[in-house]
């Protein structure tokens, strides 16, 4: 079974910078591609952020150019670099990760949420 844990959120003031990390825990890993979603009280959660099992990033639009995602396969961790915050940024951020289909791991994951405070 995976567990996703996220922390390094916090307040920030605008022009900041903050780095999000996930840590993926389990006796049994079968990930493929993971990533970083926002959601915003009242609206729907909204992918940031997505890094296939190849390297190919995905960035939001609104992101594209301040927000950098890794990942560390080795210490099993995602992270998102976040620089030049503006207070729009301000949401809670969730880790997502997706089982590995060809290997039979159908499931996938998320963690409980990182709250981002961008002030002005």
């Known amino acids: 079974q995976v567990a996703l844990t996220e922390s390094g959120g916090g307040l920030v003031q605008a022009g900041g910078s903050l780095r999000l990390s996930c840590a993926v825990s389990?006796?049994?890993?079968?990930?493929?591609?993971m990533g970083w979603y926002s959601q915003v009280t009242g609206k729907g959660r909204e992918l940031v952020a997505q890094?296939?099992?190849?390297?190919?990033?995905y960035y939001a639009d609104s992101v594209r150019g301040r927000f950098t995602i890794s990942r560390d396969h080795a210490e099993q961790m995602l992270y998102l670099q976040m620089n030049s915050l503006k207070p729009k940024d301000t949401a809670v951020y969730y880790c997502?990760?997706?089982?590995?289909?060809?290997?039979?791991?159908?499931?996938?994951?998320w963690g409980r949420g990182t709250q981002v405070t961008v002030s002005t």
């Open positions: 997502y990760a997706e089982g590995d289909k060809d290997s039979g791991c159908v499931d996938d994951y």
């Open positions: 890094l296939s099992s190849t390297g190919h990033e």
């Open positions: 389990g006796d049994s890993i079968c990930i493929s591609a």
